[in-house]
């Protein structure tokens, strides 16, 4: 399915992570989407960052006390289909940004245009 398909759907989580994340700054977000097959949710807990953190062996820690391992600014690929229960389903892609050379990590659109595909097949 490529994420051009109205099949497609697209869920940002907002966590409060670095300052500037806060419920204002998700709500304005997600009021400026223009795409309805996309969905917001506000994760004040982090528990999904938290979930995520070691299946993904991710990069990053929260810069609270202790800096555990936290997955966030992340994008995550699911097979059509899939459902989620107690424990999150493992996704069959994840990207985590890369150095842009701007100042900025920044996603690769063709890593993510690769990823949505490989995971349609």
Do not use: C, N
């Not at 059509?80 to 892609?93: I, S, Y």
């Not at 900025?104 to 690769?114: G, I």
Request: charge should be negative; hydrophobic fraction near 45%; aromatic fraction near 10%.
């Amino acid at each position: 399915m490529a994420a051009s398909s109205p099949e497609a759907r697209f869920s940002f989580v907002w966590q409060p992570v670095i300052p500037s994340d806060d419920a204002a700054a998700a709500l304005a977000h997600a009021r400026a989407e223009t795409d309805a097959r996309a969905r917001h949710y506000w994760d004040t807990d982090l528990a999904l960052g938290r979930a995520y953190a070691e299946p993904l062996a991710t990069p990053f820690t929260s810069d609270a006390p202790g800096g555990k391992p936290l997955a966030w600014d992340v994008v995550l690929v699911f097979a059509p289909g899939t459902r989620w229960g107690e424990t999150p389903p493992l996704p069959q892609a994840h990207l985590f940004p890369m150095e842009s050379g701007k100042g900025a990590p920044a996603f690769s659109p063709a890593r993510l245009r690769e990823a949505i595909e490989r995971s349609a097949k």
